[in-house]
Structure formats: structure tokens, C-alpha cells
Nanobody, 126 residues
């Protein structure tokens, strides 16, 4: 059973940066896309970013493109999300997840992801 644990969340002022990390245990990520999602209070969980097994292909939500960078280290079984120029609208619980099957282009629907972490809170103050 794959277990995912996120870390690195916290409180930061607008314009600041945070780096989230997702560590796997129990088994490896496998050759699947890994993704980050977020959920703000009262809102649906939304796609943030995804990265291919090799790390050579990445996808981002328009709202974070140019500010966030996803990366992975398969040797360490970690997936990171570097978040720069943070805005109050980025406030949410952030989750990492594994895509449930191999896809050429990763789905942005949470339904297509099978393993999830418990989430880490990111709060951006204005």
C-alpha cells in the first residue's frame, strides 16, 4: 500500500514562498504521473500541477503557471512543489496524489487519482 505524507505548509505573507514536499512509503510511486491538488474552504478540490515519471513533462493550472514548480526525485520517492509569489487566493490545504493509471496527458480530475496524502495547510496573509 502506497502511503503519501505531505509537509512544508505554513503561514506566509503575500509575495512569499513555500516549498511543499510529498514523501512516499510502503511502495514506490511507480511509473505514474504524480500530482498536487488543493482545496480551499467551501470549494471543490482543484488540480494544481502534475509531473511525469521521468520529470520531463509537467502540467500546471493556469492560476499557478509561472509561480509554482513541481519536481520529483524517484530515488528518494519524493515530489515537491515550489511555490513563489504566493497570493491570498493560494490559501488552501494542499494534497499530493498518484494518478491511478498510465496516461499520456494526466487527468486533472481528482477521480483519476488513487492514493492521497493527508494534506498540508498553506495560509497566505495579505
Amino acid at each position: 500500500q502506497l502511503q503519501l505524507v505531505e509537509s512544508g505548509g505554513g503561514l506566509v505573507q503575500a509575495g512569499g514562498s513555500l516549498r511543499l514536499s510529498c514523501a512516499a512509503s510502503g511502495r514506490t510511486f511507480g511509473t505514474y504521473f504524480m500530482g498536487w491538488f488543493r482545496q480551499a474552504p467551501g470549494k471543490e478540490r482543484e488540480f494544481v500541477a502534475a509531473i511525469s515519471w521521468s520529470g520531463g513533462t509537467t502540467y500546471y493550472a493556469d492560476s499557478v503557471k509561472g509561480r509554482f514548480t513541481i519536481s520529483r526525485d524517484n530515488a528518494k520517492n519524493t515530489v515537491d512543489l515550489q511555490m513563489n509569489s504566493l497570493k491570498p487566493l493560494d490559501t488552501a490545504v494542499y494534497y499530493c496524489a498518484r494518478l491511478s493509471r498510465r496516461m499520456v496527458v494526466p487527468s486533472r480530475s481528482q477521480r483519476e487519482y488513487d492514493f492521497w496524502g493527508q494534506g498540508t495547510q498553506v495560509t497566505v496573509s495579505s
